[in-house]
């Protein structure tokens, strides 16, 4: 069995009635329902290779956690078709449980009113793990995810920083290959979703786990993902790597430069534009032609001036990601 997720023309369309308003309406509606498809998944492909991690990024609504619950077995597509571990999820719910973690940062698969210590025993049996190796897996998340300090305190009172953290042990104690996370970070703070991090990146690099991640914190993407998958309205977008991301949506990026004397007449390199000069100040910015990137321009900047100071700016990733949520497109017919 190799950890790997395979997605294939993957659809989900689900039917809903809408209310008509007012009270003659809500008769009309209760004889004659008017039925509406949303399409929340439209077609998407995409691999996750063993032992990588990959982001699934779109904005609200996108399609993400539909995505999971099928690859969860939660939902069954509409068409389209998916593999987990070289399980079909949605055909064998158990054994695709028994090869998959999830943590849906939203809600919990904690027993609510037991001790968290008292759930992790009841995972234990359920999954039939050896006492010891339990023991020691517990041990192990532990000491990145600082557990210990309320495992014994009943899930109902745990913040939500820690119960989270919790969940993310509870999903793993069995240890599966592949894993799933629809934003585990969510509310979490700086310290915190630094140290799950850490133990994210501990699972997939030395644990080879396989990881599926949903988040909308880029810094999270940028630290933890090589490559992304983008949907928006229920459609692939980019299935790429978060400098193809860059490269397409946001080459926005600036080398400011103080040119040492001499430097009259600027004619800057090809593909790069010069955006403002003051005395020997200059800014310069891509010329919308070649677009090269920041690193190229910074080399070709230094290689054609004597510069006594340059800096750049770059585009962080939010800006990129907006204008790349604004150029997804509008929804499908029907959708
Ligand atoms: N059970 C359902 N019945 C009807 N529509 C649904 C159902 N579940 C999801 N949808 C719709 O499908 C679309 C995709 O929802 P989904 O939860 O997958 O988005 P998401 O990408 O996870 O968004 P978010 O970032 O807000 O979590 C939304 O328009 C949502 O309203
Ligand atoms: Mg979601």
Known sequence: MTGSIEVRGLSRTFHTTVRRPGFAGALRSLVNPERVAKHAVSDISFDVAPGELLALLGPNGAGKSTTIKMLTGILTPTSGEARVADVVPYEERERNARNIGAVFGQRTQLWWDLPVKESFAILRDIYDVPKAEHSARL?????????????????????????????????????????????????????????????????????????????????????????????????LVLDGTLDEIRRKFGSTWQVRATLADGHTDVVPPPGIALLRQDGPQVVFGPDGSEAPTVHQALKAVIERYEVTDIAIDEADLEDVMRVAYAHAGPPAEGA
């Open 139 to 235: 041990r192990e998340f532990d000491d990145i995810l600082e557990l210990s300090a309320f495992w014994d305190t009943r899930v109902r009172h745990l913040s939500l920083g820690q119960r989270v953290r919790c969940d993310l042990a509870a999903a793993l104690l069995h240890d599966p290959p592949v894993v799933f996370l629809d934003e585990p970070t969510i509310g979490m703070d700086v310290v915190v979703k630094e140290q799950v991090r850490e133990f994210l990146r501990h699972q997939v690099e030395q644990r080879g786990r396989t990881v599926l991640l949903t988040t909308h914190d880029m810094t999270e993407v940028e630290r933890l993902a090589e490559r992304v998958v983008l949907i928006n309205h229920g459609r």
